[in-house]
């Protein structure tokens, strides 16, 4: 597949668990453009270990699922993000018996950025996830081996708030305490002349239980969220950063209608969420890739990914 080719740099084996990997595309239709998808199922052979971009994993290449009536999760980036942001938790779940699929966001990816900053894209996002369970649940070649009552969702940032919108929350935009980073920017201009989004907004009830990362925090009271019934693990980072205050996370924890199962990270910036960096990768992007001195990135992921697994255990198996 091209999507595949431009994204496989190199393959070299070795042996480790096993997570299958394979990369579709969900085509364009009235609902929205064509979604690029990454999929990672349980398998039954060795991993290998692959550089996708700036990404060094552990799978294997379009391995045959393993298993039957497997959960499902799926992965929302954050803005200008990619279906890989959150890989290793993608391989953990894998590994552990899960089908996890994740989509580069139109508009707000690393590699289309033309309606990352307008109000439109808030609207979009959860209609694309919904378009990825539609896929999973009937036209992907694993569909009929998904238990299509055991959906999870995780999310970072602006995919945190996409998930929260997916569990029923209504945003809003006018008095979020969210700041404006440049006022030229089209959301900007937007939320000060007070042109918010008016259509309707996409939740959607299949999706049992989630886990939200620094969720960008457009929902500042309890009746924003009184609809979200789902179970919810919040994690929030000390530092904050990317659009998410330190002070909004103890706040929407909240104003929640059930107590989430919060994780506050010490030590932590907003971008301590996406997996350990390559050196090349630090280099090229110190933003994403520096932590404070104080903060093992590589023991906090080990630790993250093994607690998200659990929580998904708990309410999906």
């Known amino acids: 597949m091209k999507f595949m080719l431009t994204l496989l740099l190199c393959l070299s084996a070795t042996i480790s668990e096993a997570a299958g990997i394979k990369f579709a595309e969900i085509p364009a239709s009235a609902e929205g453009p064509a979604l690029k998808v990454a999929i990672w199922t349980p398998c039954a052979f060795a991993a290998e270990a692959m550089t996708l971009g700036p990404y060094v994993m552990k799978a294997r290449p379009d391995c045959p699922t393993a298993g039957e009536h497997l959960p499902l999760v799926v992965i929302s980036h954050g803005h200008g993000g990619s279906l890989l942001n959150h890989y290793d938790l993608a391989q953990t779940l894998a590994d552990s018996g899960y089908v996890v ?48 009552e055991k959906i999870g969702f995780f999310g970072f940032s602006r995919g945190g708030y996409t998930g929260l919108v997916l569990a029923g929350g209504n945003p809003d935009f006018l008095h979020a305490n969210v700041p404006c980073p440049d006022p030229t920017l089209p959301v900007c201009r937007q939320l000060r002349h007070k042109q918010v989004p008016r259509e309707p907004l996409t939740h959607d009830s299949r999706i049992k239980v989630f886990v939200l990362a620094d969720p960008l925090d457009e929902f500042p009271s309890a009746k924003t969220l009184k609809d979200v019934k789902a179970p919810i693990q919040l994690w929030a980072s000390q530092f904050g950063g990317g659009g998410v205050l330190p002070e909004t996370m103890p706040a929407l924890a909240r104003a929640l209608p059930a107590e989430p199962d919060y994780h506050l990270v010490a030590e932590a910036g907003h971008f301590a969420f996406l997996p350990p960096c390559t050196p090349q990768h630090a280099k090229a992007s110190p933003n994403l890739c520096v932590d404070a001195k104080t903060f093992d990135r590589v023991t906090f992921h080990q630790a993250f990914d093994e607690e998200v697994l659990k929580f998904f255990d708990v309410h999906l198996r």
């Not at 990816?109 to 109000?119: I, K």
């Not at 439109?120 to 209609?127: G, T, Y």
């Not at 996830?129 to 009937?138: A, E, P, S």
């Open 101 to 148: 699929a994740a989509i580069n966001h139109p508009g707000d990816n690393f590699s289309d950025l033309s309606r990352t900053a307008d109000e439109s894209v808030f609207i979009e996002r959860p209609k694309d996830i919904k378009r990825l369970i539609d896929y999973m649940l009937g036209a992907a070649p694993d569909a009929s081996k998904i238990d299509r």
